[in-house]
């Protein structure tokens, strides 16, 4: 069959691919950094630029409120779905630049591995799946349509792609969309990950005095709005870690059995995560296992906190404000606004009278659950067991991909999260990498997906 | 009567004292910075001059393991009691020193105020009371046995004093002690400070994860060492503002009827406190008023609170740390030790086991309540109401001076806290005042107090 010669072509291009990957890492599209501008649009056009090389159409560097898009299509497969293709071209920034071993928009390989920042998150996968495509088209083998939309301010939370999608609804319109913004869970065990939590996250103070006070002339006599602070945070949770905001589990959606014991094969101990945590034990809401509580169940974390002071040795004050960051991640069918209102409606309750405060909601990413059992799910399993020798497990993830559950409101698909980068990259810090023998697994895989979506419709 | 010619002296004196308080005030003995070593050795020594000069005796600059201890002695009273003079001669740093409106060792005397670094805590003071000595002295009119101890370390604990005391015993044996580091109530309102409270300062840390985690992907399944910290200080106090450490309040001396009667006479209102303090409301332990809290009854405050992320903007992280400073002021019968097993006890039996954790104290310091009926607080009670032409009421403070405590345990003494400061001189900060009049009266007040003492053996 010809997929067979798509295979072929990807194994025996890999001189030339670490060629062309290596150009992609040393543009540094640092999207949080205005100095970089120049380089962000040097990315957008080498990403067109390869786009075209890989046989797509009407490819164009789209502007946006921020850094552009990227877009191109491949729609010669009638009566067959459409896969929408979502990556970012943008990376974070690199610092502490110390902490790198060679410079980071220097990609060095080395091994099995490539190190550059972006090398993982997510050039590596962007470029992957771009060269499963490129083959499948040279090959006149691609059965299903294709549009890409690449964007590049995902690094800073991708402010601009939801005007962006309800703008371009019609020409983004897809079956399916394909997010490679993702990893596997070690190199012999592939996953997919199928569930993403939201994001909620708040910032508060509290404040009592007008200015710090003297603990000892006025201690006992006014509330402390440190204590005020704990308190409020204490009682979030009740000892049995449930989050004690009012109606918080309202709309929770349950795990039915079969996925509680979907969730129960993957290839995980707790003694594992304790290890990788380092914590003296782990604990969590009673009543569900680890996975359970990172994956399917909301959380709730205080992420900072602040008051009074905080240098070397003793200093009695009673200060006048106290304050911390506070962050929710919430599953399906917990709403942003609702969770929102509920926490300020906890603070209206709970917080006493002698004091002031102040609630402010720093960012609110919707979560996704995606249909495991969706026709475009089962050929990310198929080509993924090809490929591997092995079959996925699915997972369910305690992080948050705002864009996934943007996409599912917005166009109305789910995403297949399919990317071949690994726990320990070290994305977001220095030294990342990504390893090659993954990568060119990953274009196999892209390329069985594209082709096992045939029977998708 | 003599007394009428020692006032009429101290009152024509009135340009002597302003130039001779100026030379003290311009000596910059901060006791915390070594480059004012020098300083405070100047100070000592200009301080040894007053004293002999003053009338006293065996006057010695005695060494200790810090500053100097200012030692002098006048004892030709026999029969009569002796009187300690307890004060210290070294100064708070200066700092911000921007916002002085004159240098802060260049005396500016504008007004009824001189000001400089020291005017109130304490040069002022130790200078109004060698006056009232030297004119007494003068006068062949001090009825009772003096010695005088200024000691140069009080603004940074007094850490040598404790030793110094033990290994003077003898020398510095005495029937009562006169502490002039204090202030009173309002300039037409006389006080006499006769309980102070104990203060007991500590520090802990809580650890979870070995090093900062994401708080999606761990959220839910390891303690947030924010929440520990939060429950921990949460759980300290219950909803009526009473302390939940165990069996703290076993030893805490109650106040008898005649003590709350008197209290209440305090010239205080609740609208007052709250307009001081700037707070929407008072709070405090129920049961007891405002003045109570604060002066009669313990009290425990965290005076710092630190953990995760504290800059702009968003963060996802679950630290790996968290802690706080915590101090308690304590009444009698509180003992240090006590308390400060008790809280580890606390923490012993609530920290959760899925934490570390480490307890620091970071120092230890006695209260003390004097008593109100003894001779020679009578002395001082008449002494006041002479010189203001009005009673002087008798206040608790929730403040804390060691010294009075660490005195009453090694000599067995009680000691008069007389003062002539004003809670708005700001000490300790920028633009430290005196007001002269005060000053003037506190001569006269000083010089009718040990006279009065005549009668107190």
Chains 1, 2 share one sequence.
Not at 76 to 103: C, M
Not at 297 to 303: A, M, V
Not at 408 to 423: H, K
């Amino acid at each position: 069959m010809a997929m067979d010669a798509v295979i072929e072509q990807l194994r025996t291009q890999e001189p030339v691919f670490k060629n062309m990957l290596a150009e992609m890492l040393s543009i540094p599209s640092v999207s949080t950094l205005p100095e970089h501008k120049p380089d962000m649009e040097r990315m957008a056009d080498w990403l067109a630029h390869r786009m075209q090389e890989a046989g797509l159409e009407h490819v164009a560097v789209m502007p946006s409120d921020g850094n552009p898009m990227v877009y191109g299509d491949w729609l010669h497969a009638p009566g067959k779905p459409t896969v929408l293709v979502y990556g970012h071209y943008d990376v974070q920034p690199a610092d502490p630049l110390d902490e790198w071993i060679s410079p980071p928009f220097e990609p060095r390989f080395d091994g099995d591995y490539v190190y550059a920042r972006g090398a993982s998150d997510m050039k590596g996968q962007v470029f992957a799946q771009l060269m499963a495509t490129q083959a499948l088209l040279a090959n006149k083998d691609c059965p299903v349509n294709l549009k890409y939309l690449i964007e590049g301010d995902e690094e800073i939370g991708s402010p601009t792609l939801e005007a962006f999608l309800q703008q371009h609804k019609e020409l983004l319109a897809c079956d399916v969309v394909l997010n490679c913004d993702t990893n596997i869970h070690a190199p012999d065990s592939p996953s997919i990950s199928y569930a993403l939590r939201g994001l909620a996250y708040f910032e508060f103070e509290v404040t009592v005095p007008k200015q710090d006070l003297h603990s000892g002339a006025f201690g006992g006599s006014i509330r402390n709005p440190i204590h005020v602070v704990c308190e409020l945070i204490a009682g979030m949770h009740d000892t049995e870690g449930h989050i004690m905001l009012p109606g918080f589990y309202d709309t929770v959606r349950a795990m039915d059995d079969e996925e509680r014991a979907l969730l129960k094969q993957t290839p995980y101990s707790d003694d594992e995560w304790l290890a990788l945590s380092g914590a003296p034990g782990l604990f969590g809401e009673t009543g569900y296992s680890t996975l359970e509580r990172i994956g399917a169940r909301p959380s709730l974390d205080i992420n900072g906190i602040w008051g009074g002071f905080q240098g070397a040795g003793a200093k009695t004050v009673l200060p006048a404000r106290a304050g911390a960051k506070l962050s929710m991640r919430l599953v399906p069918d917990q709403k942003l606004a609702d969770v929102a209102a509920q926490l300020r409606q906890y603070f209206e309750e709970n917080a006493p009278p002698e004091c002031r405060w102040e609630l402010r909601t720093l960012s609110l990413g919707p979560g996704a659950v995606m249909d495991r059992k969706s026709p475009y799910m089962q050929a990310a399993v198929e080509a993924l067991a090809t490929v591997f020798g092995k079959a996925p497990f699915f997972r369910r993830q305690g992080v948050s991909v705002p864009v996934v559950g943007m996409i599912q409101e917005l166009l109305g698909v789910d995403s297949i999260m399919l990317g071949f980068g690994l726990p320990d990259d070290n994305i977001h810090g220095p030294n990342e990498r990504q390893s090659l023998p993954l990568l060119f697994k990953g274009m196999e895989t892209y390329a069985r997906f594209l082709a096992a979506l045939d029977a998708a419709n």
